[in-house]
């Protein structure tokens, strides 16, 4: 913009400490930038979401809030992102500046697209031979992540989304009339 060259860049991660590792390693591999403005969105678990930016010396407003609210606009989590700016010769003014790194952050998500994963959980369901094809069709029908192991009983081992885990068990439970039993390590 005006001459200055701004480059985006963005990086799944699962943790602050990835998320200040991937911002450094931004900054050693350009080490003639004029600013490298950071910006994260993370939440492990079931943690509160912690999110950061900063400007690097850009005027106040000006860099690292466009950068992170491009991130929360989008509703991303786990997500750091970096934009590398070479000066120009031009001041771009605060205006100007905000939306260069917005775009340069919103550009880069774009060009690397999204991945949504959402959280999930392992239970056990385990029935006697009789049920088994009914837990079977249940589990299948749902549509979720499954192994079953037959042995004196059938244990059947399921990835489930958390929001539909309690759907899952009820249905189950009904199936079976309640002879299943759930463990959920």
């Known amino acids: 913009m005006r001459?200055?060259?701004?480059?985006?860049?963005?990086?799944?991660?699962?943790?602050?400490?990835?998320?200040?590792?991937?911002?450094?390693?931004?900054?050693?591999?350009?080490?003639?930038?004029?600013h490298v403005v950071p910006a994260y969105?993370?939440?492990?678990?079931?943690a509160p979401l912690r999110e950061y930016a900063a400007a690097d010396g850009e005027p106040s407003g000006s860099a690292g809030d466009p950068a992170l609210n491009v991130l929360a606009q989008r509703?991303?989590?786990?997500?750091?992102?970096?934009?590398?700016?070479?000066?120009?010769g031009t001041n771009l003014g605060v205006g100007g500046l905000a939306r260069a790194y917005g775009r340069a952050v919103a550009d880069a998500?774009?060009?690397?697209?999204?991945l949504t994963e959402r959280p999930h959980v392992t239970v056990r369901a385990t029935v006697d031979d009789d049920d088994s094809g009914t837990v079977r069709s249940t589990v299948e029908g749902s549509?979720?992540?499954?192994?079953?192991e037959y042995a004196e009983r059938v244990q059947f081992t399921v990835?489930?989304?958390?929001?539909?885990?309690?759907?899952?068990?009820?249905?189950?439970?009904?199936?079976?009339?309640?002879?299943?039993?759930?463990?959920?390590?």
Not at 20 to 32: I, K, L, M, T
Not at 160 to 180: F, K
């Open 3 to 34: 001459g200055s060259e701004f480059l985006g860049l963005v990086r799944p991660v699962e943790r602050r400490e990835r998320a200040e590792a991937f911002v450094a390693s931004v900054r050693a591999e350009h080490p003639d930038a004029t």
């Open 41 to 46: 969105r993370v939440r492990v678990r079931e």
């Open 75 to 88: 509703d991303l989590e786990n997500v750091a992102g970096a934009v590398v700016r070479h000066y120009g």
């Open 109 to 114: 998500v774009e060009d690397a697209g999204v």
């Open 143 to 148: 549509g979720v992540e499954f192994d079953a």
């Open 159 to 185: 990835r489930v989304p958390v929001a539909e885990r309690a759907a899952l068990l009820d249905a189950l439970r009904s199936a079976t009339s309640g002879r299943v039993e759930i463990d959920e390590p």
